[in-house]
């Protein structure tokens, strides 16, 4: 990481949760099968929702109903109901059997011990995004937490980037993304700033390596 920053830390690293810092997948896929077993329709399981996720959870919820990646522009009559059985279900087991990849802890603790400020920047609902990190143990880490439904737009629009940026007075050239997906790598390109990927990922069954980041680390604790 530091050979992107001239020998240094960056002045500030932000990371994406789901597919990144937490496998939450297992969580996601129950609740998402549990809403459609409610609709009368088969469960999806948990690999076609791990190809699912990444771009929010109405976009979850509508590839569900759609059973395929590229769902149709007009919405499901049954939308607005599903995705209220969804928000229900993930909020009764959000971090129940989610868990932290390997090197995440070792990472942020030593970035925090380095005196790196972090940042959060997810797509998952900012109320879930809490309850997640609070379930995992590590809210505490983070100085300044976006998610999807937090402002305007979400990534990978740069605009949640650039918002911790500000709110840490840190410029791009400052600060590295870190994340799983094309939308993060498509942030931080849109933000100007570096990005560093994972490849155990969320990106819709494609390599991340594709997308050719600024650097790829098979452990997050390999950034430091």
């Known amino acids: 990481m530091r050979h992107l920053f001239e ?38 399981g948990v690999e076609k929702v791990r190809c699912w996720v990444g ?46 990849y390997p090197g995440v802890l070792r990472c942020l603790q030593g970035l925090r011990e380095a005196g790196v400020p972090m ?27 976006l998610g999807g439904d937090s402002l305007a737009k979400k990534k990978p629009d740069p605009l949640p980037l650039q918002e911790i940026m500000r709110r840490f007075d840190v410029s791009p050239v400052e600060t590295l993304m870190v994340g799983d997906s094309i939308s993060d790598v498509n942030a931080a390109r849109a933000a100007g700033c570096a990005i560093a990927c994972v490849p155990y990922g969320y990106n819709h ?19 430091l």
């Open 55 to 100: 771009n929010g959870a109405p976009m979850l919820v509508k590839r569900a109903l759609a059973d395929c990646m590229c769902p149709s522009e007009a919405d499901d009559p049954l939308f607005e109901k599903a995705y209220a059985l969804f928000l229900q279900f993930y909020g009764e087991s959000t971090a129940g059997d989610s868990v932290i």
């Open 7 to 44: 020998g240094q830390y960056p002045k500030l690293v932000l990371f994406d949760l789901d597919g990144t810092l937490v496998d939450s997948v297992p969580d996601l896929a129950n609740a998402v099968d549990r809403m459609l077993i409610a609709l009368l329709r088969p469960a999806a």
């Open 205 to 223: 069954g494609e390599d991340i390596a594709i997308s050719d980041p600024d650097l790829m680390v098979e452990r997050l604790d390999m950034l």
């Open 119 to 145: 940042g959060l920047v997810t797509n998952k609902p900012i109320h879930f995004t809490h309850h997640l990190l609070s379930g995992m143990k590590i809210d505490h880490f983070f100085g300044a937490v």
